[in-house]
């Protein structure tokens, strides 16, 4: 092949590349508008986010639940949670779908489809070609197997309220006790103090 047979080729193999586009480049998930609602938590632009992200919004609802570990329901354009979730929770979660569900993982665009290969669900890239499986999350389980660690950050679930009426969470072996807080809330709490299978933690400031 000569020179001139070399550049023509290349020049036809970029040609054939899609550009990125100024949409591609302005890529942004909505600010989330999370408000409490008595003991539930609203995601008051749900369906715009799903829209932005363009995927089946079944999916994406099943996803943050899980990953939150509560119930909810979808209410026209809104998501209802249970429990109280502050809004960095809950933007976790959507950034961590997006990282795994939508965007490439080899050109960083969001041009991508969840398509299925024998059972498995795979990320395919419409803009490059890339395709890759989507990974199983172990997230909660190794919270429980390792245990706490004074000091570290945890989100917990409040199950009950003791008799001096300090919130009450299980999580594996443990019994956690967590000052100011209410059957139902879900909150962001530091250990403060570990007794055998006894935790004390208190809500981290907002």
């Known amino acids: 092949m000569t020179v001139d047979d070399y550049l023509a080729s290349l020049d036809r193999a970029l040609s054939k590349m899609p550009e990125k586009t100024e949409s591609d480049a302005r890529f942004v998930v909505p600010e989330l508008r999370v408000m409490p609602e008595g003991k539930t938590t609203v995601l008051e632009n749900f369906t715009s986010i799903v829209d932005t992200i363009n995927r089946d919004q079944t999916h994406f609802f ?31 979660q959507v950034e961590a779908y997006v990282k795994e569900y939508v965007m490439c993982s080899e050109c ?32 909660k389980q190794q919270t429980v197997e390792q245990g706490f660690v004074e000091g570290s950050t945890y989100t917990i679930c409040i199950t009950a309220v003791g008799a001096k009426g300090d ?40």
Not at 63 to 81: H, Q, S, W
Not at 174 to 190: H, L, R, W
């Open 108 to 139: 960083g665009r969001p041009d991508t489809r969840l398509v299925k290969n024998e059972r498995v669900l795979m990320l395919k890239c419409d803009a490059c070609g890339a395709i890759r499986p989507i990974k199983k999350r172990f997230i």
């Open 167 to 206: 919130g009450i969470a299980k999580k594996g072996k443990y019994t956690i006790f967590v000052k100011g807080t209410k059957k139902g809330d879900v909150v962001e709490a530091v250990i403060k103090k570990i007794a055998g299978n006894l935790v004390f933690a208190n809500v981290v400031n907002k």
């Open 62 to 92: 099943k996803f943050l639940v899980r990953e939150l570990g509560t119930a909810g329901k979808i209410d026209g354009n809104r998501l209802i949670l249970q429990g109280r979730f502050a809004p960095k929770q809950i933007r976790a």
